[in-house]
C-alpha cells in the first residue's frame, strides 16, 4: 500500500472501480467529494495529518529518479519497484469481453477514439469493466489494444464524478503534462520486458494507460507514448460540482 499511495490518494463514496486502490482519507484530508480533485505535496499531507493526530501510513522512499525524455528536457523518467509496477496484460487479453457485454451496463461513456493512433494503428481486442459488482453498473472500464509490432496497451477510464468520490494526487509524483494537465509518467524495465504508465485527469475522469512491451526492439519510447496520449480528446464533467486543483 505505500507503493500505492506515492501515486495518487483517492477518496470515494460508493465507489464500483474494485481494480483501483481506494484510500478514506482521515479527519483533516482533503474534501475531493462530488467529483472533484487536488494536487497537494506529501509534506502538506503529512502536516495537516499530524495536526489531526492521526498520522498518515508510511508512505517510503518515493522511486529513484534518472534520465530525461527527449522532448521535455524538464521531464524525468522514473524508474519504479520492477516487482510492483509490472502488470500482467496477457492475463488481461484472457479476460476481455466484447462490447455488447460491457457496454450497455456502463454508467460511464468513454471517450471516442476515433482518428487517433488507438484507432488507426492498434487492434481492439476487448473490454474490462471494473468494479465490486460483477454486473455493474461500472464507472470504470477499460480497453485492451495490441499495437504492432508486439505490444500490448491497456488505456483505463474512471469517472470518479459518477461515484460522488473525488482523487488527490501528489505532486511530488507529477513530472510530466497530457495537454494541459499535469500528469505522472512511470517507465520500468524487468529484465526483457519494458512497461510504460501515464496517468492524467480530465474532467472528472482519470485516465490511466499502460503499455508493456516484451520485445528486445520496436517497443514505442516514451515521448511516442507521451505523443499518442496527447490525441485522446478531453473528457466531460459528469457532476455540476466543478473539480478544483491547486
Known amino acids: 500500500m505505500a507503493r500505492l499511495f506515492w501515486l495518487f490518494l483517492v477518496v470515494a463514496t460508493n465507489c464500483n472501480s474494485a481494480d483501483l486502490p481506494l484510500v478514506v482519507g482521515p479527519t483533516g484530508f482533503p474534501d475531493v467529494s462530488g467529483g472533484r480533485w487536488m494536487i497537494v505535496s506529501r509534506a502538506e499531507l503529512e502536516a495537516g495529518a499530524r495536526a489531526n493526530g492521526q498520522p498518515l501510513p508510511p508512505l517510503g522512499p518515493p522511486p529513484k529518479l534518472g534520465g530525461t525524455f527527449k522532448n521535455e528536457p524538464m521531464d524525468k523518467l522514473i524508474i519504479g519497484d520492477s516487482e510492483g509496477w509490472m502488470a500482467n496484460l496477457a492475463a488481461y487479453r484472457q479476460g476481455v469481453k466484447r462490447a455488447a457485454d460491457v457496454l450497455p451496463n456502463a454508467k460511464i461513456d468513454l471517450v471516442s477514439l476515433t482518428g487517433t493512433p488507438f484507432e488507426n494503428q492498434f487492434t481492439l481486442l476487448g473490454y474490462v469493466p471494473a468494479g465490486t459488482r460483477p454486473g455493474g453498473p461500472w464507472t470504470a472500464v477499460s480497453r485492451l489494444f495490441a499495437k504492432p509490432p508486439g505490444e500490448l496497451v491497456l488505456l483505463k477510464e474512471w469517472d470518479f464524478g459518477l461515484d460522488g468520490g473525488g482523487v488527490v494526487l501528489l505532486d511530488d509524483m507529477l513530472n510530466t503534462k497530457i495537454g494541459g494537465a ?65
Do not use: H, Y
Not at 472528472?204 to 480528446?233: H, M, S, Y
Open 182 to 246: 499535469r500528469a505522472t509518467f512511470i517507465v520500468t524495465q524487468n529484465g526483457d520486458v519494458t512497461e510504460t504508465m501515464i496517468r492524467w485527469i480530465t474532467g472528472t475522469r482519470q485516465f490511466e494507460l499502460i503499455a508493456e512491451c516484451k520485445l528486445t526492439k520496436g517497443c514505442a519510447d516514451p515521448d511516442e507514448w507521451r505523443q499518442i496520449v496527447n490525441t485522446i480528446p478531453v473528457a466531460p464533467i459528469s457532476t455540476p460540482m466543478k473539480p478544483v486543483q491547486q
